[in-house]
């Protein structure tokens, strides 16, 4: 169930992904959402990859999976800061993005000591 939950949300990250390259691609002056898109699109592959890795028991359950979400929480964070700045002119919230950038950076730390741990 867990896992299923992850690869949807890697799904719908990939698309906003896609999106957000679109728009930057055909907005003006859009630099901001090619960040946004290029970190969407590099994270859903590695949330899907911790599905995959904790599937074969490559990574530690436990810490796997707060990898995983680390990586749907801090790419929202990021990306969306980023998005809404682009667009409302104003920040979700206060270091929104670079919170966001740290939990991504936390969560493939947690990859590492997954893979560490892992029994197999």
Avoid: E
């Amino acid at each position: 169930m867990v896992a299923r939950l992850l690869i949807g949300l890697a799904g719908l990250i990939g698309a906003a992904g896609v999106v957000l390259a679109a728009a930057s691609a055909h907005g003006a002056d859009a630099s901001r959402l090619a960040s946004a898109s290029a970190m969407l699109l590099f994270h859903a592959t590695a949330i899907l990859a911790c599905v995959a890795l904790l599937a074969r028991g490559l990574l530690h359950g436990g810490i796997g999976l707060i990898a995983a979400f680390g990586f749907v929480i801090g790419t929202a964070l990021f990306a969306g800061d980023l998005t809404l700045r682009q667009y409302a002119g104003h920040a979700l919230f206060p270091y929104a993005a670079p919170t966001g950038g740290t939990v991504m950076i936390a969560s493939w730390l947690a990859v590492t000591l997954a893979a560490v741990v892992a029994k197999n």
